[in-house]
C-alpha cells in the first residue's frame, strides 16, 4: 500500500498526558501537511512542512502542539497537557503541491477523558 | 468566518439519477477548487479538482462546475450509486507557494436510496 499512513489509529489518554503522533506519507510527495477535524466541521489546517522545512503554522496550534519533519520523510505531532477540547480525529496528508490534490491518510482520532 | 460554505447538510437521491451538491466561497482569491468524498472512520479521498481557469470538469461520473462570478462551486454525479454515500467536502485554495493550504466546508451528506 503505497498510500498515506497514520499511527495509531486511535488514542485514549487521560488530561493532562502527551501524546504523539506519526504521519509516513507517500514516498515521491515533498509536502506534508496535518489538519484537526472535530464533529460536523471540515478538517482544518494545523501546519505544513515542505521536506524538513515548516512553511506554514495555523493559530489553532497553540504552543502545547508542535510538529516536526526531522529528515523530510515522516513526520510527528505532539500535544503537551492534553486537554478536553483536544479530542478530535487528526489528519495527515501529502501532496507535490499546489495546483493539486492532498491525499489524506485515515487519521488518528484521540478522546482525552 | 467561513470561507467556503455548504449549506446543504444533508441530500437524498434516487439510485440512478443526478445527485448534485453544492459549495459557496467568500474569498475571492481562491483559484484551485476540490472535492473530497468521506466515510466514516476513514480521512477524505480525493475525487476531482478545478482550476479557477476553467468552468468545468469531468472525470467519469463526476462533473465539477466552476461558477467565478458567483463564487459557486458544484458537484454532479451521474448516475447516483449507492457506494457514493458518504459525506462530501469542498475545500479551497490559493495556490501561491507558502500558502498551500485547503479551506473546507462542513460537508453534506449523501444518501443514494436504493
Not at chain 2, 441530500?11 to 472535492?35: A, H, K, P
Not at chain 2, 462551486?73 to 449507492?82: C, F, G
Request: hydrophobic fraction near 30%; proline fraction near 6%; include cysteine.
Amino acid at each position: 500500500d503505497t498510500g498515506v499512513s497514520q499511527n495509531p489509529r486511535h488514542k485514549i489518554t487521560k488530561r493532562g498526558q502527551n501524546v504523539t503522533f506519526r504521519c509516513d506519507p507517500i514516498s515521491e510527495h515533498n509536502r506534508l501537511y496535518w489538519y484537526r477535524q472535530t464533529l460536523g466541521q471540515g478538517p482544518e489546517f494545523l501546519t505544513y512542512f515542505q521536506n524538513e522545512a515548516q512553511l506554514e503554522k495555523s493559530r489553532l496550534l497553540s504552543d502545547r502542539f508542535s510538529a516536526e519533519r526531522p529528515k523530510g520523510s515522516f513526520s510527528t505531532l505532539e500535544i503537551q497537557r492534553t486537554e478536553q477540547g483536544d479530542s478530535a480525529m487528526y489528519l495527515c496528508a501529502s501532496s507535490l503541491g499546489l495546483p493539486g490534490p492532498q491525499y489524506f491518510g485515515p487519521g488518528t482520532r484521540l478522546l482525552v477523558l | 468566518d467561513q470561507q467556503v460554505k455548504q449549506n446543504s447538510p444533508s441530500l437524498s437521491v434516487q439510485e440512478g439519477r443526478i445527485s448534485i451538491l453544492n459549495c459557496d466561497y467568500t474569498n475571492s482569491m481562491f483559484d484551485y477548487f476540490l472535492w473530497y468524498k468521506k466515510y466514516p472512520a476513514e480521512g477524505p479521498t480525493f475525487l476531482i479538482s478545478i482550476s479557477s481557469i476553467k468552468d468545468k470538469n469531468e472525470d467519469g461520473r463526476f462533473t465539477v462546475f466552476l461558477n467565478k462570478s458567483a463564487k459557486h462551486l458544484s458537484l454532479h454525479i451521474v448516475p447516483s450509486q449507492p457506494g457514493d454515500s458518504a459525506v462530501y467536502f469542498c475545500a479551497a485554495s490559493i495556490s501561491n507557494f507558502g500558502n498551500e493550504k485547503l479551506t473546507f466546508g462542513t460537508g453534506t451528506r449523501l444518501t443514494i436510496i436504493p
